[in-house]
């Protein structure tokens, strides 16, 4: 087979993939949830009509908020007796609500900046990422000497292996069920959103808002109002990807953890044309490669596709999410049009 | 000279007139109508006014801030194992920021060090800004400026200062040049949003500068990544302790850039542009040119920066070489409200509190990321000005961020033809 000159290597390329499958697959969806979650805080934010870019400094936020909260919880109340299932702790739920708390909270100040005094919605979303990240970093460096004991992560549901065998869906059963719950409830999250967005009254009101508020408000819907309550509820979701990080993915702080995320969050709602599931698959597809570079490193095949796969230097994988982020925005956004009001500050007119 | 337009009309419609003719928000220009015989005082009395209405706003953010700080200092000062709370230690840290940066002649020379890449980088984002452009990607073309200097510095080792040092710095701007051509360019031709796209070139750039060093730049025999040291091209020494030529660089730049943006050409295009694409088209202008030679320009000031200091300061690249330079310098250029001469005091304010952080951190054990939440903070209230001049009863104060009208605040096309 390797002899064959250039459509061997590109059959043992694709041999490679589909042995991997499984695993990539499944590191993928982990590593996508943040990002995904992150996707989801825009659409819901800019549907409604306002632009977030806060959302990197939201997870951050929460990120932090929730590993803190489980250290001071596990000091109060001891680490506690994980569930069978998940793992679950009291402390791990209490870092969890603390970590939405924070999230609506800073969502709440970015509404009010940019609903109630009109500032630039962009401004307002870079002071709440310099803000999460001088804040986050002065508080960790002030804890990180004492090197606190944290709450642990909430373990993910034990599939059986030979879910992973069954042909042809096997890696799709195991890569969505062998997570953990925050990944899962957001798989779940994505097809409610979706639903709710399209076909209910709260989503029609939404996307009303986001496309002509003045119309909207002649209809009686208090634009502002419904504003403020999505982009808080959108600060939720950002925090539940910045929670996910430290009580799901890993079990502690590391300063600026996000490292981007969130934008390219922005990014896959963009490509994702602003609907859950699209924002969904292109967070999916924008760390396949991520994923991919693992696998590479651990599984390479012993074949001159593996050897030259194991040659790319590894920088080029880390850039590889940015990258495709960068060439899909070119080629899509052209495309792909956001929601008509998205971005501009509404003024009420003369109250009745 | 343009006045900001960053007042917001529905504010400043409610602001009662006041008594001096010369403090009405709304005049741009100083010619207030004069009785042929205005004594020097009323003279004095109303230029002191208008640099009052000009600065007030900052001044009060800052010092807002600072309390804030000091606030934020006191509730986290029982953190540390062993600590209790103590209210004396924000005018410990402030005191020990104070001797870092304007107290003392060494901390003076570092004020200046660290202010002339913000001066530099602050000047470009300011420029984007007033093209309506918002450049994030200050930080990769930093470092891709600094690689890039290093690498031509290395390279021209043994040629005499002058021509090592030319050749970095040339370097220099045009790696930063081109990290702003891309944006620019994907932006003016695809809608593709300056916002996102700078940041994702961002962590490229960063990526791109690790394999470099660690790969073909990489000093051979050293066990860390790093690069080669420069000799030839490093910058001489002006004054103090590490006073580089960078410095005077970045105050040249000053005059240089207000120049450009008041009384040439280019200047007005630009500014015509953000502030109304379709009625510089009408008039004749490019947009898209426009927009790919103010983010290049951006991306190059940022490149200079990022070469003059490391061929300034450090003389030789690791793989962990990092910066908040990027970001600081957006905080510069929104307090300087894009005018040459507000980002040059701005970028003094913040060179002073990052020269002074290491000191506060060392004495008085307060952690240098404070300086970030001060960012933040005096943003936030600027951004909050309606909110301040009614608490503070500010008259006829010009100021707040306003909008700042970023082109195409959403991500689309249309703004582009």
């Known amino acids: 087979m390797t002899d064959i000159p250039v459509l061997g290597p590109i059959i043992q390329f694709f041999q490679f993939i589909l042995d991997q499958l499984p695993f990539i697959a499944d590191a993928t969806v982990a590593a996508a949830i943040p990002v995904a979650l992150a996707a989801l805080c825009g659409v819901v934010s800019e549907r409604s009509g306002v632009v977030n870019i806060g959302l990197e400094g939201i997870m951050l936020t929460a990120a932090f908020v929730a590993w803190i909260t489980g250290v001071v919880a596990v000091a109060l109340l001891g680490p506690g007796e994980p569930t069978a299932i998940f793992g679950i702790t009291l402390p791990l739920l209490i870092a969890l609500v603390a970590a939405l708390l924070s999230g609506m909270i800073l969502a709440a100040l970015h509404a009010y900046l940019s609903i109630s005094l009109r500032a630039d919605q962009i401004i307002s979303g870079v002071i709440i990422n310099i803000a999460a990240v001088g804040l986050t970093g002065y508080l960790n460096t002030a804890i990180a000497t004492s090197s606190p004991q944290g709450a642990g992560s909430f373990d993910s549901l034990n599939v059986p292996t030979q879910i992973a065998d069954i042909p042809v869906i096997g890696w799709l059963i195991n890569a969505i069920f062998d997570q953990g719950p925050i990944a899962i409830a957001t798989i779940f999250i994505v097809i409610i959103l979706q639903i709710l967005l399209f076909r209910t009254k709260w989503g029609l009101r939404t996307r009303a808002v986001g496309e002509h508020p003045r119309a909207a408000e002649t209809v009686g819907i208090n634009v502002i109002r419904l504003r403020y309550r999505n982009v808080i509820a959108s600060g939720a979701l950002a925090a539940l990807g910045g929670a996910y990080l430290t009580i799901e993915l890993t079990t502690s702080f590391q300063a600026n953890m996000t490292n981007g995320r969130g934008f390219i969050g922005l990014a896959a709602m963009i490509v994702g044309r602003w609907t859950p599931i699209g924002a969904f698959g292109a967070a999916l597809l924008f760390f396949s490669a991520d994923a991919f570079q693992r696998a590479v490193k651990f599984a390479a095949p012993d074949n001159t596709m593996g050897q030259f796969l194991e040659s790319i230097p590894p920088q080029f994988y880390d850039s590889l999410p940015y990258l495709i982020t960068i060439i899909i925005l070119a080629g899509v956004v052209g495309r792909s049009v956001p929601p008509a009001a998205d971005g501009q500050p509404y003024e009420r007119e003369a109250a009745a | ?417």
């Open chain 2, 1 to 417: 000279m343009t006045d900001d337009k960053g007042t917001q009309p529905t504010v400043d419609a409610t602001d009662k007139p006041t008594a001096e003719p010369a403090v009405a928000p709304t005049s741009s220009t100083s010619e207030a109508p004069e009785a042929p015989n205005r004594s020097l005082g009323s003279r004095l009395r109303s230029i002191g006014n208008q640099v009052w209405s000009a600065v007030a706003l900052p001044l009060l953010a800052i010092v807002l801030a600072l309390i804030v700080g000091g606030i934020v200092i006191i509730l986290t000062s029982a953190l540390k194992p062993g600590a209790s709370i103590d209210l004396t230690l924000p005018f410990k840290a402030y005191s020990a920021l104070w001797d870092g940066s304007l107290g003392s002649p060494n901390g003076r020379v570092s004020t200046l060090v660290q202010a002339a890449p913000l001066m530099l980088t602050g000047l470009g984002i300011g420029l984007a800004f007033k093209a309506g452009l918002f450049n994030i990607g200050g930080e990769g073309q930093f470092y891709l400026g600094a690689t890039a200097a290093i690498a031509v510095g290395v390279a021209l080792e043994g040629t005499g200062s002058l021509v090592a040092i030319t050749g970095a710095v040339i370097a220099a701007m045009i790696a930063g040049g081109a990290w702003g051509f891309i944006p620019g360019a994907l932006k003016a031709f695809s809608g593709a949003h300056e916002v996102v796209t700078t940041i994702m070139l961002n962590f490229i750039a960063k990526f791109l500068m690790v394999y470099l060093i660690a790969g073909p730049l990489k000093l051979p025999l050293s066990p860390q990544p790093v690069t080669a040291p420069v000799n030839d091209a490093a910058l001489p020494i002006l004054f103090g302790r590490d006073g580089h030529l960078g410095i005077l660089i970045a105050f040249a730049a000053v005059p240089i850039f207000w120049f450009l943006l008041n009384k040439m050409t280019l200047g007005f295009e630009i500014r015509a542009v953000g502030a109304n694409p379709d009625a510089a088209r009408y008039a004749g202008m490019k947009p898209r040119r426009l927009i790919i030679l103010t983010m290049s320009i951006a991306g190059l000031m940022a490149g200079l920066a990022g070469g003059l200091n490391v061929l300034g300061i450090n003389h030789q690249m690791p793989a962990s070489f990092s910066t908040t330079v990027g970001f600081t310098a957006i905080t510069v250029a929104l307090l300087g409200r894009s005018n040459p001469i507000g980002i040059m005091f701005a970028a003094l304010l913040f060179g002073a509190l990052s020269a002074g952080a290491l000191n506060m951190q060392t004495v008085a054990g307060v952690p240098r990321e404070l300086i970030a939440l001060l960012q933040a903070v005096i943003l936030l209230f600027l951004v909050m000005a309606p909110v301040l001049r009614r608490v503070f009863r500010l008259r006829g104060v010009k100021g707040g961020l306003g909008t700042t009208d970023t082109m195409s605040r959403t991500y689309g096309a249309e703004a582009i033809k």
